[in-house]
């Protein structure tokens, strides 16, 4: 716990599961060797009525042991990155469609900023261990018809224009977030970002993500596109995970909270992208049992 804080294919193979401390169950999938079937979506359009990006700096060795390939940290200033998003989305519908007909929900995830190689090419991005919901449909849908499994969670939102309380937990009872903090004018002096600017734009260039697809083994990808992308630094005053507070997975000292973003009243667009797919191999990191 952590309070008070200042400062995508050929053929598929099947995965192994670790049990961890807290309880919970990290699926361990083989090597990612190349592209498949992609889980097709209509364009999906809405609103970000409010995002909270609560992220840690993090040791890259120990979240090397939790990536499943090919997937590698994308480190700043020697850290790896990860951390909480917390999205509250309005008006969601198929691009076209008029706004009445979208719904709403409170959701969380889980994230990993992540890089590895693509046709000759470095990629970045985040992979998205999990997802949690507050809406059914997203809940049944998720993995079936839209990138990443879903799981169902309850939220307790307390807000005003300066001020956010959000506490998420999951209806398995395996997932607890609580971010509690306040509009800032500042990143942490503590923070490996420079300026809110350089943190803005490092969590711009990761609107590619990649989680677990389910059944169907692999990854599915979706990619956030933001009509204006606009960022203001937060204050966190209480950040609590029951992923990065688990110490069989993050020993102590390896994960510190670095910052916290607020976005507001963003206008975007979900855009499914190619899955991954996956082909047995040995991990390419030692698991403890």
């Not at 799981?151 to 307790?156: E, G, K, L, Q, Y």
């Amino acid at each position: 716990m952590l309070n008070n804080v200042t400062g995508p294919g050929r053929e598929t193979t099947e995965g192994h599961s670790v049990k961890l401390g807290s309880g919970s169950t990290v699926t361990i999938l083989p090597k990612v060797l190349a592209k498949a079937s992609t889980v097709r979506i209509p364009t999906i359009r809405g609103t970000i009525d409010r995002r909270i990006l609560a992220n840690f700096r993090v040791d890259p060795q120990v979240l090397a042991k939790i990536l499943p390939a090919p997937f590698r940290p994308q480190t700043v200033a020697g850290f790896g990155i990860a951390g909480i998003c917390l999205i509250r989305l309005k008006h969601i519908r198929p691009k076209n469609f008029p706004a009445f007909l979208g719904i709403s929900s409170e959701n969380a995830a889980h994230r990993i900023a992540v890089e590895w190689d693509a046709d000759g090419e470095l990629r970045s991005g985040v992979y998205i261990p999990r997802r949690d919901t507050s809406s059914v449909l997203n809940a049944w849908a998720g993995g079936r018809i839209f990138p990443g499994v879903h799981n169902r969670a309850r939220f307790d939102v307390h807000e005003t224009e300066t001020a956010f309380r959000i506490e998420m937990n999951s209806l398995d009872r395996s997932a607890r977030v609580l971010v509690d903090g306040q509009i800032a004018t500042s990143l942490p002096r503590n923070s490996v970002f420079a300026s809110v600017a350089e943190t803005s734009q490092f969590f711009a260039a990761g609107s590619l993500g990649y989680s677990p697809a389910g059944e169907k083994r692999g990854f599915d990808g979706l990619e956030l596109r933001t009509f204006d992308w606009r960022v203001e630094p937060l204050q966190v005053t209480s950040v609590e995970s029951s992923f990065f507070d688990d110490r069989d997975v993050f020993p102590q000292g390896t994960v510190e909270f670095d910052n916290a973003l607020l976005m507001r009243e963003i206008e975007h667009e979900w855009h499914s992208r190619e899955s991954l797919c996956c082909v047995q191999e040995q991990r390419r990191a030692n698991v403890a049992n």
